[in-house]
């Protein structure tokens, strides 16, 4: 994701208001956003049944842990 600044956007879960993650679903028309990974591992569900979710690492996906 791009920012305001046209720079990379980081998403925390601690930091990222939940209004913004509606915003990011509803502009992509998704049910489910998925975050790159920032080694921090997340899940965030939303009052609409959308979900946010910090990406697990390759190395994890691959050993079928996602």
């Known amino acids: 994701m791009i920012g305001?600044?046209?720079l990379p956007l980081i998403?925390?879960?601690s930091?990222?208001?939940t209004?913004?993650?509606?915003r990011f679903l509803r502009e992509g028309?998704?049910?489910v956003?998925?975050?790159?990974?920032?080694?921090i591992?997340?899940?965030?569900?939303l009052p609409d049944g959308t979900h946010a979710v910090?990406?697990?690492p390759a190395k994890e996906r691959s050993r079928g842990k996602f």
């Open 4 to 6: 305001p600044m046209r």
């Open 11 to 13: 998403v925390w879960e």
């Open 15 to 17: 930091a990222t208001p």
């Open 19 to 22: 209004g913004l993650l509606k």
């Open 29 to 31: 028309a998704a049910d």
């Open 33 to 39: 956003l998925l975050c790159t990974h920032t080694g």
């Open 41 to 45: 591992k997340w899940h965030r569900a």
């Open 54 to 56: 910090e990406n697990l």
